[in-house]
């Protein structure tokens, strides 16, 4: 995606374990920061495209990966490769490639758990942390989502992640490549409510995309920004980017953060969180919840937008992020 969105401005590194990564690249200038952006699913580098553009022109630096199984980077099949904390180097090493001895760094949606973990293990790499729509995630402890439907569902009265049962299963990839549209319309939804009752309950999402169900473009998306994300996910599929909840239910990461003790992981450095308020899958009550337990040092801003904050609302983030990395940068 990198190469596609970016042609100018993108470059690629074979870090030292023969991984290769596709990223955005564009130095900063003379007395300003580097930001390290850090996208969800399924989407690219190109989620950035908002803040790729307006903080260059402003003199600020960007690296922005295509994360692993996305983009121009390679898409391991073995889920032993996405571990977190093996990512959490790769991000250093891109760091190390590009000669930023710190950055402030950002991420949205899964980007925040490796955020969370690249933070956590590299702290002195990192001004700051900026988390949107999820909240930070303490490392440690083992992931349930058994655990997570049921008390969803008893808080907000339905589960909200019942479709990563679906993204878990063997038929996911294959079912989402053979309905595109469809799987666009429903996680870039025209209405934020569609998730609340056709994505988050279980058998939902598939059932939606097995029907090849659609919707209209939303108004913060273009015929362009639709042209290119399918243009390069029907290339490189959704084997790799489903990996990611795969590596996560199946507890690919206990092992290398079993000797995190409850209350160890929290953020050790300055955090933003820019919660969504009509975000049905990542609630914005729980983030702010999560937020004030795990990221001692911290502020909190609530935008009145779907899951896409840096798409719904660029101006806002930009404005936010720029003023944060004045604060922490300086």
């Known amino acids: 995606m990198a190469?596609?969105?970016?042609?100018?401005?993108?470059?690629?590194?074979?870090?030292?374990?023969?991984?290769?990564?596709?990223?955005?690249?564009?130095?900063?200038?003379?007395?300003?920061?580097?930001?390290?952006?850090?996208?969800?699913?399924?989407?690219?580098?190109?989620?950035?495209?908002?803040?790729?553009?307006?903080?260059?022109?402003?003199?600020?630096?960007?690296?922005?990966?295509?994360?692993?199984?996305?983009?121009?980077?390679?898409?391991?099949?073995?889920?032993?490769?996405?571990?977190?904390?093996?990512?959490?180097?790769?991000?250093?090493?891109?760091?190390?490639?590009?000669?930023?001895s710190r950055a402030v760094l950002v991420a949205h949606d899964w980007g925040v758990g490796l955020a969370s973990r690249l933070a956590f293990y590299h702290p002195d790499r990192f001004y700051g942390l900026v988390t949107m729509a999820v909240a930070y995630i303490a490392p440690g402890g083992k992931f349930n989502l058994d655990a997570v439907l049921e008390r969803t569902k008893a808080v907000f009265g339905y589960e909200t992640h019942g479709y990563w049962i679906w993204h878990n299963s063997d038929t996911a990839a294959a079912e989402i490549e053979a309905n595109p549209e469809s799987m666009f319309s429903l996680i870039f939804p025209q209405d934020p409510l569609i998730w609340k009752t056709d994505i988050c309950p279980r058998d939902k999402a598939a059932e939606w995309v097995r029907a090849g169900r659609t919707t209209p473009l939303a108004p913060w998306l273009t015929q362009e920004d639709y042209d290119m994300h399918q243009r390069v996910f029907s290339k490189g599929g959704y084997s790799g980017p489903l990996s990611w909840y795969k590596a996560m239910i199946r507890g690919i990461n206990n092992e290398d953060e079993e000797g995190i003790a409850e209350g160890e992981g929290k953020c050790p450095v300055r955090n933003l969180f820019i919660a969504a308020k009509q975000d049905y899958i990542c609630r914005a009550e729980a983030g702010t919840l999560m937020t004030q337990l795990n990221a001692p040092d911290s502020r909190i801003e609530s935008v009145d937008c779907g899951h896409w904050v840096q798409l719904e609302e660029p101006e806002l983030v930009n404005k936010l992020l720029i003023e944060f990395a004045k604060e922490v940068a300086n």
């Open 3 to 100: 190469s596609v969105a970016f042609p100018t401005q993108a470059k690629k590194a074979t870090l030292s374990d023969g991984t290769t990564y596709g990223y955005v690249a564009i130095p900063a200038s003379a007395g300003n920061s580097t930001f390290l952006f850090l996208h969800g699913y399924p989407s690219t580098s190109y989620d950035w495209r908002h803040q790729i553009t307006a903080l260059q022109q402003a003199g600020y630096g960007v690296i922005a990966p295509d994360l692993l199984g996305y983009g121009d980077t390679d898409k391991p099949t073995d889920l032993q490769a996405y571990r977190l904390k093996v990512m959490s180097s790769h991000m250093v090493e891109i760091l190390d490639v590009e000669k930023v």
